[in-house]
């Protein structure tokens, strides 16, 4: 018989009976008897049970959706190293080597000298000079989703990036062009010896990254500072999209203007297609 | 007590806190009982976490720091957004609990049946009515499968009030699906 002052706390060590909770053997045989004998405490018993067995069938266990899960980690990652970048900017300066002639690995290491420990360096992939455009803007692509590059303005108005642009002394206008459902994330301006290139990243709901490459025709005319296969750029100078999915990635170039853009994301290039072909 | 990490905190975070996803949605998910909520609470968990993860002692609980994390996110920000649930009196549980207690004492086998009928809706909207401070305790335990010593972790506070609360927490949820059960017609009155 259990007096009334001690029900309550019976009936709560009954809900630990349930869960397997009880480690002392004395208390659980004490529990099981009184489960046996006492029909109060053998209600309190399978209510506790009843309920939790309920619960166990009919509350499936939810899985973070892919998509936000990417969202999340971009959103971080893209946060995390633009923290960086504004922490390492006096120690970048006192690097003069950094200064590179290619435009790739000035590119490259402009943004592991400033995001990455110097530790990071030596194991980057060496970038030859000679990398094609379309080359270099699926390389530095693969460095923003391995979070080795991220942009030095984090902003998703266009008129700060183009303020940004403009303040770095772009000499051509980039085509600020977001498509809907997209918005920026940010912009950088790489350096080749005094000329400067534009680049801008997009982000969607879904964790999708577009990062765009965007230079004047003129260098790959005039002055030869970038490559580009020559089938290829007869084809885009046409005013054709040309398209390329590779290892998980997918790329577009094409004419906007007297600009020729890069435009890489981590989906199908059919998804650029439908956002920039047209687009001019 | 702090922790300086070595090499890259990114990807420590990455390592230590994001395979943790899948727990905090679901229990975002209870807590808000709503898809879109789960995930920006999510969201802004993870983005609170890792700014403050050079405070995180290496070694200790990720999941527990995490789950505290989630809990003052949810009552700073999301708890003022969703509707406030109803409110339980737990007084008129006990008597309801005394009045169903003589028949259903030699029955209790069919409860189960009874609560089969319930759908997976009815369920979650019982829980979703709980108080909140019952209604974690129950997400944590029945439906995510933590210890009570986890729990206590989670939530900070001694092992005893989270088996009280889980024992109150399912009395109440008992009455709510006998009710529903009743509306339905799979209890005979």
């Known amino acids: 018989m259990i007096h009334d002052k001690n029900r309550q706390e019976y009936a709560e060590l009954i809900a630990a009976l349930v869960d397997n909770e009880i480690k002392d053997s004395r208390l659980r045989a004490e529990l099981e008897g009184l489960k046996a004998t006492d029909s109060g405490i053998k209600m309190e018993f399978e209510v506790q049970a009843a309920v939790k067995t309920t619960i166990k069938q009919k509350c499936r266990y939810a899985r973070c959706p892919s998509a936000v899960k990417n969202r999340i980690l971009l959103d971080i990652r893209t946060g995390h190293l633009a923290e960086k970048r504004t922490t390492k900017t006096e120690s970048f300066s006192l690097r003069p080597y950094a200064y590179a002639a290619a435009i790739v690995v000035v590119f490259i290491t402009l943004f592991i000298f400033k995001y990455t420990d110097s530790a990071n360096i030596s194991s980057l992939p060496v970038v030859e000079s000679s990398v094609t455009f379309d080359k270099m803007a699926m390389n530095n692509f693969k460095a923003i989703l391995s979070a080795k590059l991220a942009p030095q303005i984090a902003s998703s108005d266009t008129n700060t990036i183009k303020s940004f642009f403009l303040s770095k002394g772009l000499d051509y206008d980039m085509h600020m062009i977001c498509p809907s459902g997209w918005e920026y994330v940010g912009a950088v301006v790489s350096d080749d010896n005094g000329k400067k290139f534009g680049h801008v990243v997009l982000k969607d709901s879904q964790g999708k990254l577009i990062y765009i490459f965007e230079v004047d025709k003129k260098y790959f005319t005039n002055d030869k500072k970038l490559d580009l296969d020559n089938q290829i750029m007869s084809q885009v100078m046409s005013g054709s999209c040309y398209t390329q999915d590779q290892d998980d990635m997918g790329i577009l170039i094409n004419k906007t203007g007297d600009n020729v853009r890069a435009i890489v994301t981590n989906d199908k290039c059919e998804k650029l297609k439908s956002l920039f072909c047209g687009l001019q | ?189």
């Not at chain 2, 909207?125 to 729990?151: C, K, M, N």
Request: charged share 35%; hydrophobic share 35%.
């Open chain 2, 1 to 189: 007590m702090t922790k300086n990490y070595d090499g890259d905190l990114y990807a420590d975070f990455e390592r230590e806190a994001v395979h943790h996803m899948d727990a905090l949605f679901n229990f975002a998910l209870r807590m808000t009982g709503d898809s879109d909520e789960a995930s920006d609470l999510v969201q802004d968990t993870y983005m609170r976490a890792f700014r403050f993860f050079d405070k995180f002692e290496k070694g200790t609980n990720c999941k527990a720091w995490l789950f505290r994390i989630m809990k003052n996110t949810y009552i700073n920000t999301y708890r003022k957004k969703t509707k406030e649930p109803e409110k339980f009196d737990y007084e008129e549980v006990e008597n309801f609990y005394e009045n169903v207690k003589p028949s259903s004492t030699e029955d209790a086998h069919l409860e189960k049946e009874i609560f089969d009928n319930l759908l997976d809706d009815q369920v979650a909207t019982a829980i979703s009515s709980l108080p909140e401070d019952f209604r974690t305790v129950v997400i944590l335990a029945d439906i995510e499968g933590y210890t009570y010593e986890e729990i206590a972790d989670f939530i900070d506070c001694p092992v005893g009030t989270v088996r009280s609360r889980l024992h109150r927490a399912r009395k109440m949820l008992y009455a709510k699906l006998y009710d529903y059960a009743g509306s339905k017609g799979y209890v005979k009155n």
